[in-house]
């Protein structure tokens, strides 16, 4: 197998990674004034953010891998990417930098409208990243305008279009039924039995949305191991509803992450070989050939990659084991209640 190849399957694993991980905090962060009752002082808002505490931020380590191997590996891919899709990326970057601060900031003041407006940052911050990832996705599946020397020549608004609003809507639904089914699984209590319902009230909406997307992409650009993986993400996630549906939440989640993960996975094969495929007649296709860097480069990040990815996979799974149980409003401290995530 060539490294071209190689290098677009990992950059794809990382991204699966991705959005398998952080959807589920991004549906937490977005659920926040939901199950977390209405006011910042409500211990179940403390419960909820403690669920995702002390890994949200490992979460966001594949992002960085994902994108760094981008532009390392492809690098005609990364800068037609960045430069065409600058505004949506950059609304992005500034809502996971804002987020990151309202967990951080939450708890440095004991003041009721502090909390509560970094509440609203962490709810505005969760939302703005699950719709845009899923409006990005679509567009890079389906093809924009990018010319004979390898630019975007589209504008913003060409790429808000019904497909791409659909992958928006998809990610944004999935994503709430994978965070409410984590807070199932993390938490005890009331609290648990209400994400439970919700989880289920929601998947309906996802199952809808995503079987509608999936459709549609396998219609325009879909190939035989495309439809076989859209097909696997539309059983898993009705088997983890299902699973849901009889108190076992562990499964639920297991049945959205893997119908997350087979779902983008489903993209990528849909994709290949191409990287961003053109919509003009005049225009020429992003490939894993006429994008990728020299082949030393890729040897070389070869071979760290097999040395440093076991590890850092490693040390994610151990945080998870370390954070593996329950918690609940009696487990919290009263005189902490109003403070922030407890870090790892």
């Known amino acids: 197998m060539e490294l071209t190849t190689v290098w677009f399957i990992v950059i794809a694993f990382f991204w699966i990674g991705y959005f398998c991980l952080e959807g ?105 990243p699950a719709f845009l990832w899923g409006v990005a996705f679509a567009n890079i599946v389906h093809g924009v305008k990018i010319d004979a020397d390898l630019e975007y020549v589209g504008g913003f608004w060409e790429l808000l279009n019904p497909y791409a609003l659909l992958g928006g809507l998809t990610t944004l639904s999935l994503f709430l039924v994978h965070g409410a089914l984590f807070v199932g699984l993390k938490t005890d209590g009331p609290i648990r039995l209400e994400a439970r319902r919700l989880a289920l009230r929601l998947g309906a909406v996802a199952a809808v949305l995503a079987v509608a ?30 699973a849901a549906a009889q108190g076992r939440e562990g499964w639920g989640f297991l049945g959205t992450f893997l119908a997350i993960g087979m779902a983008v996975a489903g993209l990528f094969v849909a994709l290949f070989p191409d990287v961003m495929p053109t919509t003009l007649a005049d225009g020429t296709s992003l490939t894993t050939t006429n994008a990728a860097a020299t082949a030393y480069t890729l040897k070389i990040m070869t071979w760290v990659a097999v040395v440093f990815t076991p590890l850092v996979l490693l040390y994610q799974g151990w945080t998870y084991w370390v954070f593996r149980k329950r918690i609940a409003v009696h487990h919290i401290p009263q005189a902490t209640l109003a403070a922030g995530p407890a870090d790892g």
Request: hydrophobic content about 55%; glycine content about 12%.
């Open 24 to 128: 589920f905090d991004f549906g937490v962060g977005m659920l926040l004034p939901v199950l977390g009752g209405k006011s910042s002082e409500a211990p179940e808002r403390r419960v909820m953010i403690n669920t995702i505490g002390p890994i949200w931020d490992g979460n966001e380590v594949w992002l960085l891998v994902a994108g760094g191997a981008t532009f390392a590996a492809f690098p005609e891919w990364y800068a037609t990417l960045f430069s065409g899709f600058y505004l949506p990326l950059l609304l992005i970057l500034v809502a996971l930098i804002v987020r990151g601060l309202a967990f951080e900031y939450r708890a440095k003041r004991d003041d009721p409208t502090w909390r509560k407006r970094w509440d609203i940052a962490i709810f505005f911050g969760s939302v703005v």
């Open 213 to 242: 997307f999936l459709v549609w992409t396998q219609v325009d650009s879909g190939s035989a191991g495309s439809a076989v993986l859209f097909v696997l993400a539309a059983l898993a996630l009705v088997g983890g509803l299902l």
